[in-house]
């Protein structure tokens, strides 16, 4: 069991701009995650296993596809989704990406691209948790510009045909379908998205072991060697790139809600070991004026990011979020909580490197949460193209 029990972070009556319903998603995910992962989490850590038993109970919660409606989603705000996934990234950055995707990454794509017949295929069994899918974008060469891609789909007959390879792809190994996006080679090379079931001859995955981040997250390589799919695998309503950038608009908003949970960790750990251990005279390191700069860094910070995500989260309800602010809060957020990480790390000094306490391992976890999903410079390019028109890509 963790040295040092959470206790929530809210500074400025934050809780107050919440409604009834809000809290209550935040509440039972915060529960959820102190009796059912904070208990494992080191030792998946250190094993860099997935804690797979974890994903019909998330279910149960209603935490697949949780923003969705029908299919037995839970048809949640998008504030009360951001919350949820404060709170699993609280517990672990590998636990939330394994929700994102799940729910944003797979199920988003299916709802808003796919047939009715696919919809209600995959819709219900993901929500239960009893089918789990990733999402094939990224490949070996091309990352933050995957415009580039190399995989191929052409169609023949009535089936399609596509031969690639995929890089980085969290879930991969332990998916039953693959969202993956491949340029059709008989429509002038247009990216589309295509549902691959991955036992599917020809499709297989292999993991990436040696990782010091995500190590409670599966991350693999997909190989596809002339799979073939029935046209039927097509996602209809794919049309172009931006369909796959839609995706990774409604991930990064829940990674920029998630990073704050991990900040709020890190904050709170340093804080309470700062009360507690003493140095010099007798006194706890808190009463010193170095470590009180920086405590009141890391609240603050925290504070103006739960405001970024919680407006971010108002305009999307109102149908009115571009994807300019979720980069802010996405790029934002997540530098924030690199930096609370490494400032806490600093404040429970040797004990910072230990497993003991969470931080290190949410430093390590941030690494990966900053170049995913577009990297931070990415989204600085984004945000300038914003605010200046030109394209500095
Ligand atoms: C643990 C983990 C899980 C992941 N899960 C998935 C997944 O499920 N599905 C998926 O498809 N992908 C996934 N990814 C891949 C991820 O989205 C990519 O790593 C990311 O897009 C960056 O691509 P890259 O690693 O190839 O870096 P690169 O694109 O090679 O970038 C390297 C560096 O160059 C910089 N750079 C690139 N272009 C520019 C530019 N124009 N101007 C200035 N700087 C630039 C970047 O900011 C970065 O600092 C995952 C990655 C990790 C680490």
Request: proline share 4%; charged share 25%.
């Amino acid at each position: 069991m963790p040295a040092i029990k959470f206790r929530g972070v809210d500074f400025i009556q934050f809780d107050s701009l919440l409604t009834e319903e809000e809290r209550l998603v935040r509440d039972t995910t915060r529960q959820f995650i102190e009796d059912n992962l904070i208990p494992i989490i080191e030792e998946c850590n250190r094993a860099g296993r997935f804690p797979r038993e974890l994903v019909k109970p998330m279910a149960d919660l209603g935490f697949f596809g949780a923003s969705l409606k029908g299919y037995g989603c839970a048809g949640m705000g998008n504030v009360e989704y951001g919350l949820m996934t404060q709170e699993l990234e609280r517990g672990d950055s590998g636990v939330r990406s394994f929700v994102s995707v799940q729910s944003g990454l797979v199920m988003y794509p299916i709802y808003e691209f796919g047939s009715d017949e696919q919809k209600e295929t995959w819709l219900p069994p993901m929500q239960k948790g009893e089918k789990l899918g990733c999402f094939g974008l990224t490949e070996p060469g091309f990352g933050s510009n995957p415009g580039g891609m190399l995989t191929r789909a052409r169609k023949v007959g009535k089936e399609y045909v596509l031969n690639g390879e995929k890089m980085w792809i969290t879930s991969g190994s332990i998916a039953d379908v693959a969202v993956i996006w491949a340029k059709v080679e008989n429509e002038n090379n247009k990216v589309r998205g295509f549902l691959v079931e991955t036992d599917r001859p020809g499709f297989s995955s292999d993991d990436v072991h040696g990782k010091w981040s995500l190590r409670a997250s599966v991350t693999s390589g997909l190989s596809l060697q002339d799979v073939h799919i029935p046209e039927s695998n097509l996602l209809p309503k794919t049309d172009g790139l931006k369909s796959p950038l839609m995706c990774l608009n409604q991930a990064r908003y829940g990674i920029a809600w998630g990073a704050i949970g991990a900040a709020m960790s890190c904050y709170d750990t340093a804080l309470q070991y700062s009360l507690l251990r003493k140095q010099w005279r007798d006194q706890p390191i808190a009463s010193h004026q170095l470590v009180q700069d920086k405590l009141t860094w890391m609240i603050s910070e925290i504070t103006k990011a739960q405001l970024l995500v919680l407006q971010v989260g108002r305009l999307k309800d109102a149908g009115k979020a571009e994807h300019q602010h979720i980069s802010m809060a996405k790029r934002n957020n997540v530098w924030m909580a690199l930096e609370c990480a490494r400032l806490s790390r600093d404040i429970l000094g040797a004990n910072g490197v230990a497993d003991d306490y969470p931080i290190m391992r949410h430093m390590m976890n941030l690494e990966s949460v900053k170049t995913y999903e577009g990297t931070h410079d990415v989204h600085s390019l984004i945000i300038g193209q914003s605010v200046t028109g030109i394209d500095a890509f």
